[in-house]
């Protein structure tokens, strides 16, 4: 592993150990995306020879790819880890969201009320996820250890300096703490990583043949979630996905990188961002800081 | 490869926004769309060159209200080494925006408007970076162009630095005046033909010169411990492993060790990373220890081998501070100070006084407020193991929780001879 890589891992590893001193009831927010795998495979590294002490939470928006369900049901069974399932239907459900409906609907902005009724409903006091910085401009401004208040809103004026190798984890009640152990990675290192540690990841990461169609410049999967309009016309062709979300806002590209080699020499020459992929994202300018106020992930 | 991690500092006006996005730009840290974005947004405002202040343009809150709010991250990749820019904005958050960002960097870069030179504001820069021992400086006196590239403008303000530099005791100062514009490119990743006078290093050749290991190595063998790994399963029933980063040294299988506070002593029996075993852990690692005794270790112990040398466990320390909330400082109240792992109970005996940072003078004060550095004598309810900043970066330092609100209310670094 080469010397920036091992940093990485050290300090991600080091802020993981500090959730666990500091934190009374931790768990880890795994989406099945490789940053949560790589996050996942860094926790069970922080506390080896003892298992994971903190459950994975899937907040499932119930548009998930099927690849996605699969891996995470193998994971957990693999490392013995107890799972927590957020059901976004079941908010539906209940009445306590409203479905999106027109033809760029997505269940991505009513995730959030799914993820803050499970964090209270289980009184988690904090939650490591695997944003990185590099990600976003709202993430860019990201803290490592990020106080949410009692609304789960993250509150960009009010956040707190962290010096040093200092965490400051000390929390009122009600409130909980968003932690970031792989802030400083960047999508290659990510890459890089999970070929050094040798990561499995699912399949929709690799180059494979699909059914897609063209909107706004990017090529959404074809699926009953998505409604076409009559010139958005399905072709087949090699795909891959550089982020796994919500089927229904999730871009994939033109590849033919069928191993990992292939998808790190891909993604070096790369020419469009990871979030570019990512509709959700270009809703507005701000769409991202937006949905973080609210408590999104 | 190795990595970098740099804190830049430079106000507004003096073109820092154009200088990251410059290197976003040079080094393809910049993606298709997102340039895309930039060109598009440059036209909208009519200009006819990209105007890549606006890579790092901030949240919408921000540019609501037209300030710089936080310390931004961005990353750089070059084929031998990887950089973390930390970016602290201007304005009345300065201080304690620039003392976070130097905090975690090994090296600063300073941003000057060659029209301007040295000015207050690049004294408070330089002092900060003093204040917090980064030893790597780049000064980059930006927007050349303005000035015809001209060498006796250089010449000037370079002499000004100089004389800034030599002002500080510390001779180990390594730093680099470099002549740029961001905006046209000049001097950023090649040597420009506008400044055929120049023959020193490009910016990003004076950022790969840098030494990453640039604080030298401890005698100290220190890790604090932040967890205790207990398995409670068959195969690990009375396993115990203090789990921590070595903060300095290097431990080894059976090396004797005296834990802190207790002061009592045993030696190392096992070392795993990971949960496999190894035969030694050296700074920067993190790592469990197996002790050969069964001893009372918990989160915020100190294990330390050898020689305490110039560790000292004690409740009564002087340090200087960087107040960084809202509400001054109480000498009434009951802080918290966070120390590695540590959390104890603190108290601020007296305000020594208050830096000038323009100056460095100290001042008579009896108040310390938001972004001001002072001296102060605290006391703590338990021992801190801990030294002085210059002695030791990490066992040095320490934060102040203000316990009402939880908020971090400072930042402490020991200073016995003041």
């Known amino acids: 592993m080469n010397l920036a890589l091992k940093q990485l891992e050290e300090e991600a590893i080091y802020i993981i150990r500090e959730v666990l001193g500091q934190s009374r009831n931790p768990c880890l927010l795994f989406s099945g995306g490789k940053d949560s795998i790589v996050l996942v495979h860094l926790a069970i590294k922080a506390c080896a020879p003892a298992k994971l002490p903190f459950p994975l939470v899937h907040i499932d928006t119930g548009h998930n790819f099927e690849e996605t369900l699969a891996f995470r049901d193998r994971l957990v069974n693999r490392i013995g880890a107890r799972l927590v399932i957020g059901s976004v239907q079941e908010d539906i459900d209940a009445g306590r969201v409203l479905e999106e409906i027109g033809p760029s609907a997505s269940r991505n902005t009513l995730q959030t009320t799914t993820l803050l009724r499970t964090i209270e409903e289980n009184k988690w006091d904090a939650c490591l996820g695997g944003a990185r910085r590099d990600e976003e401009k709202a993430r860019a401004k990201e803290r490592i250890f990020s106080v949410r208040d009692v609304f789960g809103g993250w509150n960009e004026k009010n956040q707190r300096p962290e010096l040093f190798e200092l965490l400051n984890g000390r929390i009122q009640h009600g409130e909980h703490l968003r932690v970031f152990p792989i802030s400083n990675w960047t999508e290659l290192d990510v890459w890089n990583y999970i070929r050094e540690e040798n990561l499995e990841l699912p399949s929709l990461y690799f180059a494979h043949k699909r059914w897609v169609f063209e909107r706004k410049g990017s090529l959404m999967p074809v699926s009953t979630l998505l409604e076409r309009s009559e010139h958005e016309q399905p072709i087949e062709t090699w795909v891959r996905f550089r982020t796994v979300g919500d089927m229904s806002c999730t871009a994939a590209v033109t590849s033919t990188a069928q191993d990992i080699d292939r998808v790190i020499e891909e993604i070096s020459g790369a020419t469009i961002s990871e979030r570019g992929a990512r509709l959700d994202d270009q809703r507005s300018e701000g769409a991202m800081e937006e949905r973080k106020k609210a408590g999104y992930f | 490869m190795d990595a970098l991690k740099i804190a830049t500092a430079g106000s507004v006006d003096d073109g820092k926004s154009t200088l990251i996005g410059r290197l976003l730009y040079e080094t393809k840290s910049l993606k298709l769309d997102q340039l895309e974005l930039l060109t598009k947004k ?16 901030g949240l919408l809150t921000e540019r609501a209200q037209g300030i710089t709010i936080d310390v931004s991250h961005l990353y750089l990749t070059t084929p031998k080494r990887r950089y973390v820019l930390a970016d602290a904005p201007g304005h009345q958050e300065y201080t304690r925006n620039m003392v976070t960002a130097a905090s975690n960097a090994q090296a600063a870069v300073v941003l000057l408007d060659a029209r301007k030179g040295v000015v207050e504001q690049t004294k408070r820069h ?3 970076t003093q204040l917090l021992g980064l030893n790597h400086l780049i000064f980059a006196i930006n927007k050349m162009d303005l000035v015809d590239f001209n060498q006796e403008v250089y010449q000037k303000i370079a002499d000004e630095i100089q004389l800034l530099v030599n002002s500080e005791l510390r001779s180990v100062v390594q730093y680099h005046i470099i002549p740029i514009s961001a905006l046209h490119g000049a001097n950023i990743t090649h040597h420009s033909p506008s400044t055929p006078w120049y023959d020193g290093p490009s910016f990003m050749e004076a950022l790969s ?10 005698e100290l063998n220190v890790l604090q411990v932040q967890w205790v790994i207990r398995p409670k399963t068959e195969a690990h029933h009375d396993y115990r492993g203090f789990a921590g980063k070595v903060q300095s040294g290097i431990f080894k299988k ?8 207790s002061k009592l002593k045993t030696t190392v029996l096992k070392i795993e990373r990971y949960g496999q075993e190894v035969d030694s852990v050296q ?10 005794d069964q001893v009372n270790v918990d989160r915020g112990s ?5 020689a305490l040398g110039t560790v000292r466990c004690e409740q009564s320390w002087k340090a200087r501070i960087c107040w960084l909330q809202n509400t001054p400082l109480n000498t009434q109240s009951v802080y918290l100070l966070q120390h590695g792992p540590q959390v104890v109970k603190c108290k601020i005996l007296h305000i020594r006084s208050k830096t000038n940072i323009e100056t460095g003078v100290e001042e008579q004060t009896n108040s310390i407020e938001l972004n001001d550095i002072g001296i102060i004598e605290f006391m703590t309810d338990q021992p801190i ?4 900043f210059k002695t030791h970066r990490h066992l040095g330092s320490w934060i102040l929780i203000d316990p009402q609100t939880n908020n971090t209310a400072a930042v402490g670094m020991n200073q016995s001879e003041i």
């Not at chain 2, 193991?385 to 002085?388: K, P």
């Open chain 2, 302 to 306: 100190t294990l330390i081998s050898d």
């Open chain 2, 283 to 292: 700074q920067g690692e993190n790592a469990s220890l197996i002790l050969a």
């Open chain 2, 385 to 388: 193991t801990a030294t002085d």
């Open chain 2, 209 to 218: 010169r840098i030494p990453s290991e640039i604080y030298a190595p401890s």
């Open chain 2, 254 to 261: 059976g090396m004797p060790i005296t834990i802190f506070p």
């Open chain 2, 42 to 57: 440059s036209q909208q405002k009519g200009y006819d060159y990209i105007d890549f202040s606006l890579a790092t343009d």
């Open chain 2, 126 to 128: 330089f002092y900060i």
